[in-house]
């Protein structure tokens, strides 16, 4: 792995940290991997703030198509590292090359996406309410708003996908296509994996002849990276995906500041499947087998992992229960993404244990950091008293509650904590059941399946990846699909402004031929203002 | 005043608090007001908050139309207590009857636009993906996205607009507008106003049918009732306009909830204006007039009001000085909201006096709680070295500071703390100028004027009333104009759902016929998906 450097980036300049040496570590192996990367300290952090906020107003100002640019080279610069990357996220992750590649693709189509989100001008939510000089009783000022980059933005890598939510993934895409600078704190799991994305960002700033602060790229152990940079009076907002104790921390760090600033975390969810009484009867076996195959997808370290399933007792769920625990039983072991990780779904399958009743575990692990699907049932009763037992386990465990009736099921519904993701299993006959959850569901989750599995998460106009606390810290957005860029923008509206001195996005003639509402009206992309 | 209960207003029933009374007082004269209103305690809080939660899965689902008539019912009922209600707005806040009847039709006109709003349908920002069965290597899956109401919001009225931001302001509007029961807790100012717009507005639930928890009124001294409200579990959002510190008591409850939510706090803000050196040769004293003209409507207790102006030393200025000197000389005094109000400005030109040099002082108050214009000068040198100097003094108190040169005058921009708006006062020869100043005042507030002055907020699609920390305590919206509704707003996506089930705006052929974005392009409302 000669690529490797070690080494943190700082707009253009490679430095070494001074801190704490990181290590990646082979999950299937345990293998340490080189090169080390010496963890960042405040000073690393204070350089690429600065840098960051020096490049702010220039960036942001770049035209819609440099823009997009910038966003298509990036993409490209990650699919020119070829084999390399994926060869390093496989030895980094313990993921299949498969999933990788797919991962990969995701990446540079999200980018791809964002490009064509910054062409189309939509997210600057242009509105021009024209000058009423002889309104009575008094005349009306020329008012135009458009949005603009809130500033820079700390993006955190998460464990579970070392390319699409990680150095250029969705926080890092949907930034940058705000006109954020960013700067990525890598995740410690897989260092080299981030190196080589921050090579590829970097490469693009260079080629693009963007500023060098556009980007930069620290490593770090502990938090003491993570935190000095929410802290950084430069940053303006914050991505992370992660845990719900690592998203809260941040949390509060933003919120402690001189000025607060909105932290965008994706922390924790266990993705309710409500298996309803018609779908069981008619399709018992098939749900039961589907559910396991989402369930171990990825070794369960999905953020949309379906953590429980929810059905009213009877002939139906016994089938389902049958064919869900053969279908664990045969499940292979998995690896894990880190020691740490396996560490924790072994405390965590240990207290469901000791909480809720097992049905099946599948085959175990031969060797490194493998994971066990488990799957258990409880009753509602016992459910709706335990606090414990909504707790996220990440990792291919799930809990089944077995409910007397309809009421019940309602009843679990409504004691949920906030969620990603809610499914409904359900017939023709279910309808009505299926009615009166949705309005309990739609305030609990972002995302409502009907007849799928919540893994898979498309990256498109529509898709909302977020939900209520503690699904996230923030129910107002989405951290993947189009809608992402909105998170890092903020109104600002210009009275009077003399043609000369309006930015291109609001001036008369609409040069950016963009979609605008005019006084309250939308005018389209041809139209003249 | 016998149409006045001294009661507080839980759905359709009056109630008694059993908490300290609160009572208006004339500040023109200084009489108390009848009636006595009894402060509310916790048990109404929960009272109020669990009718709100039972209303809000009904509410948020009504018709767009029938929304909108609610919205343009309460503004006739507001319309319909004719002159009681301004009689009693002019007692309570010592604000002309024209002002008054100004910010009455303000207020209904506001409630219209809302209506305007919803019937438009643009807020739920309705996105549809549809399925891609044969997409490869993996099948998309339909769906789509629509924006829903985050849930009750807590609303507080404010002192300085006891009408257009009050209980049923901008905040109670757009909220009411997007779907969520809101509880509205007065200002103890002006309690018997509170009461009047509340028996509108609770008629205007009555005849529209709706649940009685859609509207809730509470009266209360101190914080209790404020933070128990902002405490308690049912309620997903706050509107607030008031001082920085009791914005950041309400922001530090909400952050500290099992549950953290949204605070739209509107706090403080003294619009800087900058008079550049072409505008100063051509018109200072023009400019000096109409700066003193902003700076004393109503008693200068607007959250636009110029508390600050920016300028070159020289003749200009000179001419500028002399001219607003003059003006405030002439200012007569004028009644100010509260004793208390009165009071905190009356030590904030007192510690003005300590920092700055006085240029001017108003015609001295004859009787009541008036207000004493003072204008003030500093040089740019120590402006840059005083926090306090930029502590906003509530009332018709400014500073204008004389800067040495240009870069000065960039280097007072960038050390301003977020603020509502800043001033741009430009001729031909300042563009270059204007053009260096604009990067900075875009980050540091929420609309940029040009050749006007920042009182006066119009009510529209494109207007920011909003702007980065301390102005707000979420610089990413506005709490005037069409955009407010999306503070209370939050998205859910669609997977799969049958039409049955789908909400009518997601559903195939658009029976709402509203904008939608379909695959990412924008289809208009007579369109059929």
Redesign the interface.
């Known amino acids: 792995m000669s690529l490797l450097k070690g080494q943190s980036l700082i707009g253009q300049h490679w430095i070494d940290g001074t801190r704490q040496e990181i290590r990646a570590i082979n999950p299937a192996t345990g293998v340490m991997l080189d090169p080390p990367y010496k963890g960042c300290g405040e000073e690393d952090v204070e350089r690429a703030s600065e840098l960051a906020n020096s490049a702010f107003?220039s960036y942001r100002?770049t035209s819609l198509e440099a823009r997009a640019t910038f966003l298509e080279t990036i993409a490209s610069e990650i699919e020119a590292l070829g084999d390399v990357l994926i060869d390093r996220a496989m030895a980094e992750s313990g993921l299949p090359r498969a999933r990788l590649e797919?991962e990969r693709g995701r990446t540079c189509g999200q980018l791809r996406l964002f490009a064509?989100v910054v062409r189309?001008g939509?997210w600057l939510?242009v509105?021009?309410?024209p000058s009423l000089p002889d309104r009575q009783?008094?005349p009306?000022?020329d008012?135009?708003?458009r949005h603009?980059a809130?500033?820079p933005v700390a993006v955190f890598g998460a464990s579970n996908f070392p390319l699409a939510f990680s150095v250029a993934g969705g926080d890092t895409a949907s930034a940058l296509a705000a006109g954020c600078p960013v700067i990525v704190k890598a995740h410690s799991a897989h260092p080299g994996t981030s190196e080589l994305v921050g090579q590829a960002v970097q490469n693009a700033v260079s080629q693009c002849q963007l500023p060098e602060g556009v980007f930069s790229l620290l490593f770090g152990s502990g938090r003491e990276v993570g935190q000095a940079l929410v802290a950084n009076p430069a940053i303006q907002a914050v991505g992370f995906t992660g845990s719900r104790a690592g998203g809260m921390a941040l949390?509060a760090t933003a919120?402690s500041r001189a000025?607060?600033i909105?932290v965008y975390a994706e922390m924790s969810s266990i993705n309710p499947v409500f298996v309803l009484p018609g779908a069981l009867s008619a399709r018992a076996r098939v749900l039961g087998e589907g559910f396991v195959a989402s369930l171990n997808m990825g070794a369960g370290q999905f953020c949309t992992n379906p953590g429980l399933v929810i059905a009213v007792k009877g002939s139906g769920l016994d089938a389902f229960i049958e064919a869900a625990g053969a279908a664990v039983s045969e499940s292979c072991a998995q690896t894990m993404l880190t020691p740490g990780i396996h560490q924790a779904y072994e405390n965590g399958i240990s207290q469901l244990s000791d909480n809720a009743q097992e049905v099946a575990r599948g085959k175990p692990g031969k060797e490194g950091y493998q994971c066990q699907t488990v799957l258990y049932t409880t009753p509602a009763i016992d459910f709706l008293r335990s606090k414990a037992l909504q707790e996220e386990v990440f990792g291919a465990a799930s809990l089944i509650i077995e409910c007397n009736d309809e009421h019940e099921m309602q009843q679990v519904a409504k004691r949920l904590e906030?969620q990603l993701t809610a499914t409904l299993q359900?017939d023709e006959e279910d309808?009505e059941v299926?009615?009166t959850l949705?309005?309990v569901l739609?305030?609990k989750?972002?995302?409502?399946?009907?007849?799928?599995w919540p893994t898979?998460v498309?990256v498109?106009?529509?898709?909302?990846h977020?939900g209520?606390?503690?699904a996230t810290?923030?129910?107002?957005?989405?951290s993947v699909g189009?809608?992402a860029i909105h998170r890092f923008?903020?109104?600002?509206?210009?009275?009077?402004?003399?043609m000369?001195?309006l930015p291109d996005a609001l001036k008369d003639g609409n040069p950016l031929k963009i979609?605008r509402?005019v006084?309250?009206k939308?005018e389209?992309d041809n139209d003249n203002a």
Chains 1, 2 share one sequence.
């Open positions: 107003d100002e797919g064509s189309s939509e939510d509105r021009i309410d009783p008094l009306r000022a008012l135009r708003q603009i809130v500033g949390l919120q000025q607060p909105p906030g359900v309808m299926a009615r949705l309005p739609e305030q989750v972002g995302r409502i399946l009907v007849n799928g898979g498309e498109c106009h529509a898709m909302v977020g209520p606390f503690p810290s923030d129910t107002r957005t989405t189009s809608a923008l903020r109104p600002v509206c210009y009275q009077d402004m003399p000369a001195l979609a509402l006084d309250g939308r389209h």
